[in-house]
């Protein structure tokens, strides 16, 4: 049995009203806007002596909230050293909060047991940072350098003191203390700009 056009086109018509009305509406969902860190820790992780450096971002400059230096002995096994560094920057996730950390990108190393070294001591640091839900990111060191000093390859006392000046600090830094605290000023001054060439995501 056959319909006229003019009976087909009330059939679509009654279809799509259906298909309206049987569909839920569909809320509008805000973008999301770029989350902010008000605490940022910074880690320069090594097995003997790993830097760290808790700053809070605010102006005219960050305070400084905390920052030092892991120590392990020589004569400690590499497993104790790994156990500590991790252990303490568990201590001092938890005093200070932070919601963001940075490390230390990975550099070219001519000795593989080096490389491996460090590798085992940067891992440490990871998994209390992942532990505690932190958003990780690694800047190389030559790009810390520049934004701190100016110069890409610029030499440790002159990133401690430039330090100290920029959070106003009573005493020179420790130095592996001090790469600590330039890692979390950059992350402070390049956060929220759009850089190509920005800090990666771990």
């Known amino acids: 049995m056959g319909i006229s056009p003019k009976q087909f086109e009330q059939l679509q018509s009654r279809v799509r009203g259906a298909a309206r009305r049987s569909s839920p509406s569909t ?102 940072m992942a532990e505690a839900g932190l958003e990780i990111f690694e800047v190389a060191p030559r790009k810390v350098k520049q934004a701190i000093v100016g110069y890409g390859a610029a030499q440790k006392l002159a990133v401690a003191k430039m330090v100290q000046r920029m959070l106003q600090l009573a005493e020179l830094p420790k130095p592996d203390a001090a790469d600590a605290l330039a890692l979390a000023l950059t992350h402070a001054q390049t956060a929220g700009r759009y850089s190509v060439e920005g800090p990666k995501r771990v």
């Not at 002995?73 to 303490?88: F, G, M, V």
């Open 27 to 128: 809320p509008e969902v805000a973008p999301t806007a770029p989350r902010s860190h008000e605490i940022i820790l910074g880690v320069d992780p090594s097995l003997r002596g790993t830097g760290y450096g808790v700053i809070r971002a605010a102006k005219p400059q960050p305070a400084t909230l905390a920052h030092g230096t892991i120590a392990c002995p020589t004569d400690w096994e590499r497993s104790r050293c790994l156990a500590k560094i991790h252990a303490t920057l568990r201590e001092v996730i938890r005093a200070h909060q932070p919601t963001v950390c940075i490390v230390e990108g990975l550099f070219f190393a001519q000795n593989l047991q080096t490389a491996i070294i460090m590798g085992e001591a940067r891992g440490a640091a990871l998994v209390a």
